[in-house]
């Protein structure tokens, strides 16, 4: 159930991001359960790989090009599927920290255990 509920909140994370940038389009939201599956398989199966192939630049830039990574799948995930568009890599990179942002809250305010922890 976790998971569903987690797979939602991505959906609506990219829903908000036309909201937040011009240069982000989105047409509906079966568009944006789709790339939010994909997505989520992109960033489990291709992301560690390319993570590893660039661990040197990872390392001398302390961790920032991981950002690049991150903008690159999303970029190349919204090339790939019709109704979800970004401008550019640009705002690829700009849209992926927003995407994160937000996923990242709404997982926080609606996925607490009975403890309170997220």
Do not use: H, Q
């Amino acid at each position: 159930m976790r998971l569903l509920v987690t797979w939602l909140i991505n959906a609506a994370a990219l829903m908000a991001l036309p909201y937040l940038m011009s240069s982000v389009s989105m047409s509906n939201f079966t568009t944006a359960l789709i790339a939010a599956l994909v997505l989520g398989l992109v960033n489990t199966l291709i992301r560690p790989v390319l993570v590893i192939l660039t661990l040197p630049v990872t390392v001398i830039s302390l961790g920032l090009f991981i950002l690049v990574i991150n903008a690159f799948l999303f970029w190349v995930v919204a090339r790939y599927i019709d109704g979800f568009d970004v401008g550019g890599f640009g705002s690829a990179f700009i849209a992926a920290i927003l995407y994160s942002i937000i996923s990242w809250a709404l997982a926080t305010l609606l996925l607490r255990d009975k403890d309170g922890n997220a």
